[in-house]
């Protein structure tokens, strides 16, 4: 079955600095993956999505951008955190039916 | 964006069986619905889902309406460890547009 991992679980950055969350996914080749975020309060917004190595699909313009460097690997960056940045980010991958999610990353932007 | 439907929050007597509603009145044929729970500050957990027929699994029952534009999860024996966020979600078998709503909050009541 596939696995998720995400890391780091918690982060607090300054305003304007960069950001790297890392997701890479065990048990399965080639899968579909996702980068969602939920802000305090709300519900899961879809960020990017990807279906290969180089290929992303963003769903939201905004001050983040992904990239798929390897098969298994889905990075979720930054170059300035805006204080609107925080939120819960979550990684995600399809399966037989669904997804599978991470257990995600609390970002706090100070 | 999401097309489902679903009320803010709910309470249920532990021990007695949840019924979560969902409307989906603009559903397509080929796409199925999926419930979701999330528990605070953790990755949603998939739970069930189903294209026309009532689906049931050890977790939970999912009723279909006949004509799809609607459904209900039933968790038969609510415990305290079912409080969480249930988000119902429409898409497509093998569509990248997975979009939650803001899910109904669910409370059990001891």
């Known amino acids: 079955s596939q696995t998720i991992h995400q890391w780091p679980a918690t982060l607090v950055q300054p305003v304007g600095s960069p950001l790297s969350l890392e997701c890479t996914v065990e048990g399965t080749s080639n899968p579909n993956l996702y980068w969602y975020r939920q802000a305090a309060g709300r519900g899961l917004q879809l960020l990017f999505y990807s279906v290969g190595i180089g290929q992303i699909s963003s769903e939201v313009p905004q001050n983040l951008s992904a990239s798929r460097p390897q098969d298994r690997q889905f990075i979720l960056s930054s170059k300035k955190l805006l204080l609107s940045d925080s939120g819960f980010y979550l990684c995600?991958?399809?399966?037989?039916?669904?997804?599978?999610f991470g257990s995600g990353t609390r970002l706090t932007v100070v | 964006d999401a097309k489902t439907t679903q009320p803010p929050s709910m309470d249920c007597a532990e021990g007695r069986a949840a019924n979560l509603p969902c409307n989906h009145s603009?559903?397509?044929?080929?796409?199925?619905v999926y419930w979701y729970r999330q528990i605070h500050s953790q990755g949603p957990q998939y739970i069930i889902h189903?294209?026309?027929n009532n689906e049931t699994n050890e977790m939970a029952s999912l009723i279909i309406t006949e004509d799809r534009k609607s459904s209900t999860l039933i968790l038969p024996h609510a415990t305290l460890r079912d409080t969480a966020v249930y988000y119902c979600i429409v898409s497509s078998w093998a569509g990248n547009q997975f979009y939650f709503g803001t899910g109904t909050s669910l409370t059990v009541i001891p």
């Open positions: 995600a991958c399809r399966r037989d039916y669904g997804y599978t």
């Open positions: 189903g294209l026309k």
């Open positions: 603009t559903i397509s044929g080929n796409e199925y």
